[in-house]
């Protein structure tokens, strides 16, 4: 037995000076200073992630009559047929296409006047502007199989030069702008301004209406990639989803992943669907360190003047309720 155990030490002093190099492993090692990686935010960055205070400019390319009647022709009621309270519908029946084109075109152009931006920047100080576009604000290729494919697209040729030209002027007084999906392809809400007055909120219902929603994002995506959209703080992919939307967060699911192949650093706004603590709880799983999707934001709406009672309030009172909540 002695032997063995004399023989077993001879062994392992032997074998000791191969594993020599081991006895240093739990050594602290010798740290190098690196420098950092992390840059000075972009013009950009600021632009998309500071604090906004801002407005939504609506009825400028979707329209809503409460805002701008003088597009409506008189005796449209709304829900009596998809397009009923479409105004290009009825103006083009009256007027015809080169008419009413001209009149939507004057009307985009003079959306913001010099003295508007002025007070936006100056008085206001307005970091941010909501501009909500239709699918057919995109141009004719984007109505294909929808409401407004033939003549109404005929309206929208130069509408997006005019998006593209309003958010220049407003990156030059320093404003940014969120791009608004509002009018989407067979209503992701019920109101004439989802993009048809059908009463319905059809887009959820069709995968086609789906595809072209995410094809007209990612349109959007690569322009903003390219820098054509100048000052753009992202991108909304839907207004005021109906409450309990089926296949909604697939759908987000999907234009998240077509959208990040584009350009993963453009921030996604959702709808929250009237469920704020469900959108918060989606959107909290997808914006982790580690994601390699976009960033996403939750849109949510609170209506201080909704009903009649709201609207017999004195604006001191309205005011109040706001700070209140």
Same mark, same amino acid.
């Given at each position: ?17 191969q ?8 050594q602290p090692?010798?740290?190098h200073d690196t420098?950092?990686?992390?840059g ?6 600021? &632009? ?17 009559q409460?805002? +701008? ?8 009621k ?9 105004p ?10 080169d008419?009413t084109?001209?009149?939507w075109e004057?009307?985009?152009s003079?959306?913001?006047?010099d003295?508007? &931006?002025?007070?936006?920047?100056n008085?206001?100080h ?5 501009l909500?576009?239709?699918?057919f ?18 309206i ?5 030069s005019?998006?593209l030209?309003?958010?220049s ?7 940014g ?32 209406h ?39 967060y697939?759908? +987000? ?7 990040s192949?584009?350009?993963?650093s453009?921030?996604?706004?959702i ?7 469900a ?18 934001v939750?849109d949510?709406?609170?209506? +201080? ?8 309030e ?12």
């Open positions: 037995m002695g032997k063995f155990f004399s023989k077993a030490k001879s062994s392992l002093t032997d074998v000791q000076p594993f020599a190099s081991s006895q240093n492993i739990q090692l010798k740290q420098p950092s990686t992390i000075p935010p972009s013009a950009l960055d600021v &632009l998309r992630y500071r604090y906004h205070h801002g407005a939504n400019r609506g009825s400028i390319f979707v329209l809503e409460w805002l +701008y009647g003088s597009m409506f022709e008189a005796g449209a709304e829900g009596s047929s998809p397009t009923n309270n479409l290009a519908f009825s103006s083009i029946n009256k007027y015809g296409i008419a084109r001209l009149k004057a009307h985009w003079n959306a913001f006047s003295a508007d &931006l002025d007070f936006l920047s008085t206001a307005c970091t941010t502007i909501r909500p576009v239709g699918y604000t995109l141009g004719p290729s984007f109505t294909a199989g929808t409401l407004f494919v033939g003549a109404p697209s005929q929208y040729v130069s509408a997006w005019h998006v030209s309003v958010t002027r407003l990156a030059a007084h320093g404003i702008t969120l791009l608004d999906l509002h009018a989407l392809s067979g209503g992701a809400i019920t109101d004439p301004h989802s993009g048809t007055s059908s009463g319905k909120a059809d887009f959820w219902a069709h995968g086609s789906l595809e072209l929603g995410k094809r007209c994002i990612t349109f959007m995506a690569e322009a903003i990639a390219q820098g054509s959209v100048e000052g753009c703080v992202g991108i909304q992919i839907c207004n005021e989803a109906v409450y309990g939307a089926r296949w909604m697939e759908w +987000y699911t999907d234009v998240l992943r077509s959208v192949r584009t350009d993963n453009i921030l996604i706004y709808s929250g669907a009237w469920d704020l603590n959108a918060i709880a989606w959107a909290q799983a997808r914006n982790r360190i580690m994601s390699v999707t976009n960033p996403v939750v949510t709406h609170k209506y +201080y003047t909704f009903s009649a009672a709201d609207k017999a004195s604006p001191s009172r309205s005011s109040g309720a706001y700070r209140a909540s």
